[in-house]
């Protein structure tokens, strides 16, 4: 018997946008936005207040329609069909649980309006408390309940329903910082655990970093960049993502071929980037750059925050606004006000198109 090469795993499409905007009066909310999410991925919209993120969530989840473009699910058409017909479950930015209700009714109540078998429900939402920890706290009511044990209680209403794709707007912002970081992991766990799709919405970089497989950065109703996580954080394609996302030091001049001319400050070396004789952006990350007695720039130590893991040094250099930041593992022995030369590998710093 010969054996049948493997075709490579092709990611499928799920969810299909294409050409989408929405405008409300004056203000563009979506502007030909386009995006493919995948089969079983958890994608993370990420960007700063009124990029139009929630916009977008409600138009997959048919509580909106837009101007112009298309949506397709599996290759279908979605736009025409209304809000219930959708295998689509949105979670409110402010998700709201019935106060007069148990948990397990609060969990129920969308099976129950589906007209399901009363058995089939019972099974259902005991599986699903099993799924998210919260099997002994069903019979409580949401007041009887930590922060973070009823946002349990608003997943488990989402994925009980079993969605193709789950939405979830600004799942974790109404918990304290503990208790989103395990959160973070249980979100993780669960989306692996029960296989759908999931879209997160959030405005912290860190969170849609640890969290996602993949990444749309918007700004004001436009996708800016669609990568994985360390690729948008060592490749960004735009000046907006390279300051968005994590630390970075950016310098601005025109492209060399081999770096960037910045004035006052000579060539810095950086790789790729547009040709020379365009302007650019230059940046390069604080973990990136090493102190020494000479280098690349020359400056002053402005400041030293030690973090028990890492270092923080700020240096400031004549002819650039703004200090220089740059991260060092451990303690540091350098001081406030010692001259230091700041140097890079070219392989380390980006160069982005004005
Ligand atoms: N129904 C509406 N009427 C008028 N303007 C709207 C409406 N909905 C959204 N907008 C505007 O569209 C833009 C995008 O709003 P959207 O709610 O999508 O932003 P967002 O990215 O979710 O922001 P946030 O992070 O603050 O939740 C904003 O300028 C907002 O004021
Ligand atoms: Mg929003």
Request: glycine share 12%; hydrophobic share 45%; with cysteine.
């Amino acid at each position: 018997m010969s054996a049948v090469p493997e075709a490579p795993a092709v990611p499928q499409t799920l969810v299909g946008i294409e050409g989408v905007s929405r405008r409300f009066g004056d203000v563009v909310a979506l502007d030909d936005v386009s995006l493919d999410i995948r089969q079983g991925e958890f994608f993370a919209l990420l960007g700063p207040s009124g990029c139009g993120k929630t916009t977008l969530l409600r138009i997959l989840a048919g509580f909106e329609s837009p101007d112009a473009g298309t949506v397709t699910l599996d290759g279908a058409d979605l736009l025409s069909r209304p809000a219930h017909r959708r295998p689509v479950n949105l979670m409110f930015q402010s998700y709201a649980l019935f106060p007069h209700m148990s948990v397990a009714k609060n969990i129920a109540y969308g099976l129950d309006r589906e007209r399901l078998p009363r058995a089939e429900v019972k099974a259902r939402v005991a599986e699903v408390l099993e799924t998210v920890g919260l099997g002994e706290q069903a019979n409580r009511r949401p007041h009887q309940l930590s922060g973070g044990q009823r946002q349990r209680v608003a997943l488990a209403r989402a994925i009980v329903k079993r969605p193709r794709l789950l939405l979830l707007d600004e799942p974790l912002s109404a918990l304290d910082k503990k208790v989103r970081a395990e959160m973070q992991l249980e979100l993780k766990r669960l989306q692996h655990e029960v296989g759908i799709t999931f879209v997160v919405v959030t405005h912290d970089q860190e969170e849609a970093m640890s969290l996602a497989d993949r990444i749309a950065v918007m700004q004001s109703g436009r996708v800016q960049q669609i990568d994985e996580p360390v690729r948008l954080y060592e490749r960004p394609g735009t000046p907006f993502v390279a300051g968005f996302i994590g630390a970075n030091n950016l310098f601005e001049g025109t492209a060399t071929g081999d770096g960037l001319a910045v004035p006052g400050l000579g060539t810095l070396p950086a790789v790729g980037g547009p040709g020379a004789g365009a302007p650019a952006l230059l940046g390069v990350r604080p973990e990136s750059l090493r102190l020494g007695e000479t280098g690349i720039l020359k400056g002053v130590v402005a400041d030293v925050s030690f973090y028990g893991g890492v270092s923080h040094i700020a240096v400031r250099v004549p002819g650039h606004d703004g200090p220089i930041l740059v991260a060092a593992q451990g303690p540091t022995r350098v001081q406030a006000g010692t001259e230091v030369g700041l140097g890079w590998s070219a392989a380390d710093a980006v160069l982005i198109a004005r």
